[in-house]
Protein backbone atom coordinates (compact mmCIF):
# COMPACT_ATOMS: atom_id res chain seq x y z
CA UNK A 1 0.00 0.00 0.00
CA UNK A 2 1.55 3.24 -0.63
CA UNK A 3 1.28 6.84 1.09
CA UNK A 4 -1.85 8.13 1.60
CA UNK A 5 -3.68 10.77 -0.46
CA UNK A 6 -6.10 13.25 -0.18
CA UNK A 7 -8.30 16.37 -1.86
CA UNK A 8 -7.56 19.03 0.33
CA UNK A 9 -10.41 21.71 0.25
CA UNK A 10 -8.87 24.81 0.66
CA UNK A 11 -10.56 28.43 1.16
CA UNK A 12 -8.22 30.74 3.53
CA UNK A 13 -6.01 33.46 2.20
CA UNK A 14 -3.05 33.34 1.90
CA UNK A 15 -3.05 29.28 1.52
CA UNK A 16 -1.30 28.46 -2.07
CA UNK A 17 -4.66 27.25 -4.71
CA UNK A 18 -6.77 28.59 -2.36
CA UNK A 19 -10.55 28.61 -3.05
CA UNK A 20 -9.55 25.28 -4.86
CA UNK A 21 -9.59 21.53 -4.49
CA UNK A 22 -6.36 20.26 -4.46
CA UNK A 23 -4.91 16.68 -4.96
CA UNK A 24 -1.51 15.51 -4.81
CA UNK A 25 -1.14 12.12 -5.99
CA UNK A 26 1.28 9.64 -4.43
CA UNK A 27 4.02 9.37 -6.57
CA UNK A 28 5.92 12.04 -9.38
CA UNK A 29 2.06 12.27 -10.84
CA UNK A 30 1.50 16.36 -10.90
CA UNK A 31 -0.62 18.30 -8.45
CA UNK A 32 -4.26 18.59 -9.49
CA UNK A 33 -6.42 21.59 -8.77
CA UNK A 34 -9.89 22.50 -9.01
CA UNK A 35 -10.44 26.27 -9.01
CA UNK A 36 -13.56 27.72 -7.68
CA UNK A 37 -15.48 30.30 -10.47
CA UNK A 38 -17.51 32.72 -8.84
CA UNK A 39 -15.93 33.67 -5.76
CA UNK A 40 -17.09 36.09 -4.28
CA UNK A 41 -20.45 34.99 -4.63
CA UNK A 42 -22.06 32.21 -5.98
CA UNK A 43 -20.96 29.64 -8.65
CA UNK A 44 -19.42 26.34 -9.36
CA UNK A 45 -15.92 24.61 -9.26
CA UNK A 46 -14.63 24.36 -12.77
CA UNK A 47 -15.10 21.16 -14.30
CA UNK A 48 -11.63 20.39 -15.11
CA UNK A 49 -9.87 18.47 -13.29
CA UNK A 50 -13.22 17.18 -12.03
CA UNK A 51 -11.68 16.56 -8.09
CA UNK A 52 -14.89 16.91 -6.46
CA UNK A 53 -18.83 17.70 -7.36
CA UNK A 54 -20.06 20.09 -4.81
CA UNK A 55 -23.84 20.75 -4.69
CA UNK A 56 -26.29 22.74 -2.41
CA UNK A 57 -29.63 21.68 -1.87
CA UNK A 58 -32.60 23.74 -0.12
CA UNK A 59 -34.55 22.93 2.86
CA UNK A 60 -37.47 21.82 0.02
CA UNK A 61 -35.39 19.52 -1.88
CA UNK A 62 -34.52 22.41 -4.87
CA UNK A 63 -30.54 22.32 -5.95
CA UNK A 64 -28.83 25.40 -5.30
CA UNK A 65 -25.18 26.76 -5.89
CA UNK A 66 -22.93 27.01 -3.47
CA UNK A 67 -21.48 30.29 -2.81
CA UNK A 68 -17.84 31.43 -1.29
CA UNK A 69 -17.11 34.23 0.83
CA UNK A 70 -13.52 34.58 1.89
CA UNK A 71 -12.66 31.59 3.43
CA UNK A 72 -16.60 30.40 3.93
CA UNK A 73 -18.85 28.48 2.17
CA UNK A 74 -22.81 28.09 2.36
CA UNK A 75 -25.94 27.43 0.38
CA UNK A 76 -27.22 30.08 -2.57
CA UNK A 77 -30.65 31.60 -0.61
CA UNK A 78 -31.89 33.48 -3.84
CA UNK A 79 -32.87 36.60 -4.60
CA UNK A 80 -33.08 38.07 -1.41
CA UNK A 81 -30.47 36.63 0.79
CA UNK A 82 -29.90 38.09 4.64
CA UNK A 83 -26.66 39.92 5.37
CA UNK A 84 -24.16 37.22 4.37
CA UNK A 85 -26.53 34.41 4.64
CA UNK A 86 -25.17 32.67 1.26
CA UNK A 87 -21.93 31.79 2.81
CA UNK A 88 -23.93 29.91 5.40
CA UNK A 89 -25.51 26.34 5.42
CA UNK A 90 -28.94 27.01 7.11
CA UNK A 91 -31.20 24.60 8.65
CA UNK A 92 -32.23 22.53 6.20
CA UNK A 93 -29.64 23.03 4.33
CA UNK A 94 -27.26 20.45 2.90
CA UNK A 95 -23.77 20.42 0.88
CA UNK A 96 -23.18 17.94 -1.25
CA UNK A 97 -19.32 16.82 -1.99
CA UNK A 98 -19.27 13.92 -4.67
CA UNK A 99 -16.23 12.46 -6.22
CA UNK A 100 -15.49 13.61 -9.55
CA UNK A 101 -14.26 11.21 -12.69
CA UNK A 102 -10.77 13.07 -12.97
CA UNK A 103 -8.00 10.18 -14.18
CA UNK A 104 -5.94 10.83 -10.65
CA UNK A 105 -9.44 10.01 -8.69
CA UNK A 106 -11.37 7.47 -10.91
CA UNK A 107 -10.49 4.53 -9.49
CA UNK A 108 -11.03 5.62 -6.07
CA UNK A 109 -13.10 6.21 -3.23
CA UNK A 110 -13.17 8.27 -0.08
CA UNK A 111 -12.27 6.28 3.47
CA UNK A 112 -12.62 9.14 6.00
CA UNK A 113 -12.77 12.70 5.87
CA UNK A 114 -12.28 15.67 8.51
CA UNK A 115 -15.04 18.63 7.40
CA UNK A 116 -14.34 21.97 8.79
CA UNK A 117 -16.90 24.34 10.26
CA UNK A 118 -17.04 27.79 11.86
CA UNK A 119 -20.73 27.64 13.91
CA UNK A 120 -21.79 28.27 17.21
CA UNK A 121 -22.68 25.51 19.42
CA UNK A 122 -26.25 25.97 18.84
CA UNK A 123 -25.72 24.08 15.56
CA UNK A 124 -25.98 20.62 14.64
CA UNK A 125 -24.35 19.15 11.98
CA UNK A 126 -25.59 15.68 9.89
CA UNK A 127 -23.32 14.36 7.85
CA UNK A 128 -24.83 10.81 5.39
CA UNK A 129 -22.43 9.31 3.47
CA UNK A 130 -22.98 6.97 0.57
CA UNK A 131 -21.40 4.39 -1.97
CA UNK A 132 -23.30 5.25 -5.42
CA UNK A 133 -26.83 5.50 -4.37
CA UNK A 134 -26.57 3.30 -1.12
CA UNK A 135 -26.28 4.81 2.14
CA UNK A 136 -22.96 3.49 3.85
CA UNK A 137 -23.70 5.93 7.35
CA UNK A 138 -25.00 8.80 8.75
CA UNK A 139 -23.97 10.64 12.08
CA UNK A 140 -25.38 13.49 13.53
CA UNK A 141 -23.19 15.93 15.50
CA UNK A 142 -23.94 19.07 17.66
CA UNK A 143 -21.14 21.31 17.53
CA UNK A 144 -21.84 21.66 21.94
CA UNK A 145 -20.10 18.20 21.72
CA UNK A 146 -17.14 18.97 19.88
CA UNK A 147 -13.86 20.79 21.24
CA UNK A 148 -12.91 24.45 19.11
CA UNK A 149 -9.76 24.37 17.63
CA UNK A 150 -8.31 27.40 20.00
CA UNK A 151 -9.38 30.52 21.70
CA UNK A 152 -9.41 33.86 19.91
CA UNK A 153 -10.62 33.61 16.34
CA UNK A 154 -10.90 29.95 16.11
CA UNK A 155 -13.15 29.71 18.94
CA UNK A 156 -15.88 28.58 16.47
CA UNK A 157 -14.14 26.28 14.18
CA UNK A 158 -14.93 22.78 14.86
CA UNK A 159 -13.98 19.71 12.81
CA UNK A 160 -16.40 17.31 12.36
CA UNK A 161 -14.66 13.48 11.62
CA UNK A 162 -16.33 11.28 9.06
CA UNK A 163 -15.17 7.61 9.65
CA UNK A 164 -18.26 5.01 9.30
CA UNK A 165 -15.24 2.38 8.40
CA UNK A 166 -16.92 1.66 4.85
CA UNK A 167 -15.66 3.74 2.04
CA UNK A 168 -17.76 6.15 0.34
CA UNK A 169 -18.38 8.35 -3.15
CA UNK A 170 -20.93 10.90 -1.91
CA UNK A 171 -20.76 12.85 1.55
CA UNK A 172 -24.15 15.23 2.44
CA UNK A 173 -22.83 17.73 4.93
CA UNK A 174 -26.61 19.00 6.35
CA UNK A 175 -27.51 21.73 9.14
CA UNK A 176 -30.80 20.07 11.55
CA UNK A 177 -30.52 22.93 13.55
CA UNK A 178 -29.15 26.60 13.82
CA UNK A 179 -26.41 27.09 10.88
CA UNK A 180 -22.92 26.33 9.89
CA UNK A 181 -20.12 27.42 7.39
CA UNK A 182 -17.66 25.20 6.06
CA UNK A 183 -14.42 26.44 5.74
CA UNK A 184 -10.82 25.14 5.18
CA UNK A 185 -7.33 26.79 6.45
CA UNK A 186 -9.25 29.46 8.51
CA UNK A 187 -7.47 30.36 11.44
CA UNK A 188 -5.01 27.46 10.60
CA UNK A 189 -7.42 25.13 11.51
CA UNK A 190 -5.92 22.94 8.54
CA UNK A 191 -8.05 21.94 5.12
CA UNK A 192 -11.32 20.64 5.03
CA UNK A 193 -10.21 16.98 3.81
CA UNK A 194 -11.34 13.68 2.10
CA UNK A 195 -8.72 10.90 2.45
CA UNK A 196 -8.90 8.48 -0.32
CA UNK A 197 -8.22 4.73 -0.92
CA UNK A 198 -4.75 3.65 -2.82
Same mark, same amino acid.
Given at each position: ?????????????? %???? !??????? =???? @?? *????? /??????????????????????????????? %???? !??????? =???? @?? *????? /?????????????????????????????????????????????????????????????????????????????????????????????????????????????
Amino acid at each position: MGPASAIELRLAAG %LPNN !RSFRYDP =PGSA @PV *DVQTF /NGEPGCGKFEASPNLMQVTGTSPNGDPRRVC %LLAF !RMGVDKG =PNPG @PL *DNFRV /NQGEKVSFTLGTAPSVTSKKVRSAQIKVEGNTQATVRVTAYDGATSVGTQTIPLSSLSPQGGGPQRNTYTVNVDFGQTFTRLDVEATAGSFSIVGGANNSGATTFNLTQ
